[in-house]
């Protein structure tokens, strides 16, 4: 099969999804079509199955902001005429799935058929999508996409309560390469980071406003108030700079590390023993699969995707938004018996198995055939 996916290229969730997705689908013998305005983060070796096509938007001063949309619809048809890709899979409704639906009429117009699979992500239906701008345009996109899919039950309720969907939307969640988290580390360089005796806590995201990231800074701080720790914080965001002026402001600085963003992931949750996730909201929360699948406990909120994900204690703990007194206390209840800590390690590697890439691609294949054959059929 030959599928063109669209999608954000960045260090965000949905874009490493669909990045692992189309690398493993090429793997299984698919011919992939990445086309985004740059190649994506998680994209390192093209292939002969593996192809990423850049969407340029020419600057014209006649617009005040340049259009994305048209210059991706633009190149999907150029794309698929030339490629003769047979299906799009796009990630985000807007801009991506508008922008399909304008692809896709255009090749009906030449008798190329090309269905589209919508995946919601999260932020396109609950931030993006419920502003009133924007909702006739994700609606529409929505309900013309050709199959839906949501990467949580959570976002299927809240997609089904902000909008009015007149289609299927079949939930299939996010996954995690098990086997990219098998430590090929025979030492993980953990004495650069911690002494013996400390623990290390990490925090890993885009660190916007929705990441709750003083509570990460407030939880660490109460932590490291009944044991000798660390806190380490990665990804780079607007938050980011009153998290050091927090940390400063607390006296421990000297105690939290700020990596910026970094491909080094693997490495980083090797030696964590904590991971911190106390968002306002989270459609799935694949950093804390990420943390989990490296055998990384999660303190997180209850919220959104998160009890799907994270299992109140089993994998960690589930707290109520701004529950820092809360969070710390479960924290510190890991964190300060060894064997306690061992034994949640285990667990959350364990949980970490029922979204392993092997068992949630084949449903992503289904859906294509079925999808395709249900396309072609009606037209």
Do not use: W
């Not at 985000?92 to 699979?117: C, F, N, R, S, T």
């Not at 294949?365 to 395709?372: C, G, M, R, S």
């Amino acid at each position: 099969m030959k599928i063109g996916i669209v999608c954000y290229p960045t260090f965000g969730g949905s874009g490493v999804v669909a990045t692992e997705l189309g690398l493993e689908l090429s793997k299984r013998g698919h011919e992939i079509h990445f086309i985004t305005y740059s190649q994506p983060v998680r994209l390192e070796l093209l292939s002969n199955n593996v192809h990423f096509h850049e969407v340029h938007v020419p600057e014209y001063s006649l617009f005040h902001y340049q259009p994305y949309e048209l210059a991706l619809s633009s190149k999907l048809v150029d794309m698929v005429k030339l490629h003769g890709i047979q299906i799009l899979h796009v990630h985000y409704a807007i801009p991506h799935a508008y922008a399909a639906y304008m692809a896709q009429q255009m090749l009906l117009d030449e008798g190329i058929q090309v269905p589209i699979v919508t995946t919601l992500h999260g932020t396109d239906i609950t931030l993006v999508g419920s502003h009133p701008f924007y909702k006739p345009a994700v609606t529409f996109s929505i309900n013309k996409s050709d199959a839906v899919t949501s990467v949580s039950e959570s976002l299927k309720k809240d997609t089904l309560r902000l909008f009015n969907i007149k289609k299927d939307i079949e939930v299939v969640p996010n996954f995690i390469d098990l086997e990219k988290h098998v430590s090929s580390f025979t030492d993980c360089q953990r004495a650069m980071m911690a002494e013996d005796h400390e623990r290390i806590v990490t925090h890993i995201s885009n660190m916007r406003e929705v990441k709750q990231i003083p509570d990460v800074i407030k939880v660490f701080y109460n932590i490291q108030k009944e044991l000798p720790a660390k806190l380490m914080m990665v990804g780079e965001g607007p938050e980011k700079e009153g998290a050091e002026l927090l940390a400063e402001e607390l006296g421990i600085s000297d105690k939290v590390i700020f990596f910026g963003n970094s491909n080094e992931i693997d490495r980083i949750l090797c030696f964590s023993d904590l991971f911190l996730l106390p968002s306002q909201t989270e459609s799935f929360g694949l950093a804390a699969l990420e943390a989990m699948a490296s055998s990384v406990p999660v303190i997180s909120t209850n919220t959104g995707g998160l009890p799907e994900v994270n299992i109140d204690g089993y994998s960690g703990y589930l707290s109520d938004v701004n529950a820092v007194a809360d969070m710390s206390a479960n924290a510190i209840k890991i964190l300060k018996n060894l064997e306690t800590l061992n034994t949640f390690k285990a667990n959350a590697k364990a949980q970490s198995k029922n979204f392993d890439i092997h068992n949630i691609v084949p449903k992503y294949e289904a859906i294509y055939e079925e999808t395709l054959d249900k396309f072609l059929v009606a037209n």
